[in-house]
């Protein structure tokens, strides 16, 4: 019985057969060389293409000096290598730079294995790799320009500087480690800690902590970990916490302290400064720093400016958890998931004032009255609530709120977010 194929399937196998012609040749013109099972030398590119796609397995050879790099080193290499010829195979996530070099290049080259058993970035006179129709590589702009004959040369100060980066990561192999010298300031904010964040107090000083930790782990090779990797600590140089952009000013006494609060809530396991560097464990960042998250700029909580006490950032902090995460509802029908975010605060009074550590002021409706305009001011200022010309909490709506726990919502307004 056969299939009819729609003549929208027919060109899109078209397309798809054009791309992958192009991406063989452009691999026989950098010195590739293709290989049935048997071995018998395949010249065809379209033939080539053809057979990957219908399922057969290539071997692909290329007979040219290369280095084999995986995501991180491949990550920090990038703005020295970007003229050389790579080839991306997504099957091993590794990258394979293409050059030529002279004999005291290569020599310095054969040293990086000569000196790490572990071949943190292994070089080969050649390389062979198994091409399907699920491994097909991509390339960088200079893989398009440059021939079998013209290939690019690995300059004196690249091989320093591939020389540095293997020594480095061979230095660190217990530890997390930045991924190059340019910073973001931007740090992911993962649900769960989130999630801590809103149910602790901390101070503003330890927040501001937290987020220098956020921006290095962020910044690091803990966003390549793999599910199965043994998890390893961040050792962070204390000059790292002096980044003049960062406008964080603690002393070391001044983090130790607040480092003792991470560890309180959990959100560290362990810490040691010795010297000039501070080692952090923290299975919850490692594990988290790369899941579901959203963008916080560093200085957020400095820049909010609240003058009230700490408990106000606590409830900053469960707010933005409640309008960033992600419910998924199933349809019955279409059994196909839809996600959408909260639209209203549904906790209860009394589970807020326990997250906020106002528990002792529980049956005080004047305290709780003005440490809940706190909040509400707070959340008008952050533009996480709508304002409705509700100023202050009185008492007696205090008390109301602790008699009907539905009804919070109809005093704090979540403001929809943006994609609503």
């Known amino acids: 019985m056969f299939t009819k194929v729609t003549e929208e399937e027919q060109k899109k196998q078209a397309e798809q057969l054009a791309k992958l012609t192009m991406k063989v040749q452009v691999l026989i013109n950098v010195g590739g060389e293709f290989y049935d099972k048997n071995d018998n030398l395949l010249e065809n590119a379209h033939q080539i293409a053809q057979a990957v796609l219908d399922?057969?397995?290539?071997?692909?050879?290329?007979?040219?000096?290369?280095?084999?790099?995986?995501?991180?080193?491949t990550r920090i290499l990038r703005p020295c290598i970007k003229n050389l010829i790579q080839i991306t195979f997504p099957a091993t996530k590794e990258t394979v730079i293409v050059f030529r070099c002279n004999d005291d290049v290569e020599h310095q080259l054969a040293q990086i294995d000569t000196d790490n058993n572990e071949e943190i970035i292994p070089f080969l006179s050649g390389i062979t790799i198994t091409l399907t129709k699920y491994n097909i590589p991509s390339f960088n702009?200079?893989?398009?320009?440059?021939?079998?004959?013209?290939?690019?040369?690995?300059t004196k100060k690249q091989v320093n500087i591939i020389l540095d980066v293997a020594e480095r990561l061979n230095n660190s192999k217990d530890f997390y480690i930045l991924l190059g010298d340019e910073i973001s300031l931007v740090y992911n904010m993962p649900m769960n800690i989130l999630n801590i964040l809103g149910e602790n107090v901390l101070s503003l000083s330890a927040l501001s902590l937290l987020e220098v930790i956020m921006v290095y782990a962020t910044n690091s090779s803990a966003v390549?970990?793999?599910?199965?990797?043994?998890?390893?600590?961040?050792?962070?140089?204390?000059?790292?916490?002096?980044?003049?952009?960062?406008?964080?000013?603690?002393?070391?006494?001044?983090?130790?302290?607040?480092?003792?609060?991470l560890l309180e809530v959990g959100l560290i396991d362990d810490y040691f400064c010795e010297d000039d560097n501070c080692i952090i464990d923290s299975h919850l960042i490692v594990k988290s720093i790369k899941q579901y998250s959203y963008k916080q700029h560093i200085g957020f909580y400095r820049g909010l400016e609240l003058k009230q006490q700490e408990y106000v950032y606590t409830f900053i902090n469960y707010?933005?958890?409640?309008?960033?995460?992600?419910?998924?509802?199933?349809?019955?029908?279409?059994?196909?998931?839809?996600?959408?975010?909260?639209?209203?605060?549904?906790?209860?009074?009394?589970?807020?004032?326990?997250?906020?550590?106002?528990?002792?002021?529980?049956?005080?409706h004047v305290a709780l009255g003005k440490m809940l305009t706190n909040c509400l001011q707070a959340g008008y200022k952050c533009n996480l609530l709508i304002y409705q010309g509700l100023d202050e909490i009185a008492p007696s709506v205090v008390k109301n709120l602790l008699q009907h726990r539905d009804n919070f919502k109809d005093v704090f307004v979540l403001k929809p977010n943006k994609s609503d």
């Open 55 to 73: 399922g057969a397995e290539v071997k692909l050879n290329i007979n040219q000096p290369a280095l084999v790099l995986k995501a991180i080193p």
């Open 141 to 154: 702009k200079a893989t398009t320009l440059h021939t079998l004959y013209t290939p690019p040369t690995l």
């Open 224 to 261: 390549y970990r793999q599910k199965n990797d043994c998890i390893k600590a961040f050792n962070i140089p204390l000059e790292f916490f002096s980044n003049p952009d960062f406008h964080f000013k603690q002393s070391k006494d001044d983090i130790i302290s607040n480092l003792e609060a």
């Open 319 to 364: 707010v933005n958890w409640i309008k960033n995460l992600n419910y998924f509802k199933k349809d019955d029908e279409t059994g196909k998931y839809t996600t959408y975010r909260a639209d209203k605060l549904t906790i209860p009074l009394s589970s807020l004032i326990y997250n906020l550590d106002l528990i002792k002021y529980k049956n005080d």
